[in-house]
């Protein structure tokens, strides 16, 4: 079993950052991806920044310049840094993870319970 255990959310006020992070555990034979999603009150959940085993990311235009994922691969950890926030960054923010599981070799793909992002004006 593949666990996802989200880290590093809360309140910050317009312009201000904050730093998510997301660690993965259990039976994972390889991460293809681990990348970060949102969704705000109302509205689907969308991508914010993913990341590939390979180093390629991809942002969401509207956090391209502000937001940068980046990953511990000893400790099978992504990270968001979340700098000059705006009210519309408000969100849960869900990590997920995209692999291949260690005994049955079946594609895994695994959501963290998600944490709640707050931006002040």
């Known amino acids: 079993q593949v666990q996802l255990v989200e880290s590093g959310g809360g309140l910050a006020q317009s312009g201000g950052s904050l730093r998510l992070s997301c660690a993965a555990s259990?039976?994972?034979?390889?991460?293809?991806?681990m990348g970060w999603y949102r969704q705000a009150p109302g509205k689907q959940r969308e991508l914010v920044a993913v990341l590939t085993r390979r180093g390629v990311t991809n942002y969401a235009d509207s956090v391209k310049g502000r937001f940068t994922i980046s990953r511990d691969n000893t400790k099978n950890t992504v990270y968001l840094q979340m700098n000059s926030l705006k009210p519309e960054d408000t969100a849960v923010y869900y990590c997920n993870l995209d692999g291949v599981a260690s005994m049955s070799r079946e594609h895994l793909e695994v959501w963290g319970q998600g944490t709640l992002v707050t931006v002040s004006s």
């Open positions: 259990g039976s994972i034979f390889s991460i293809n991806a």
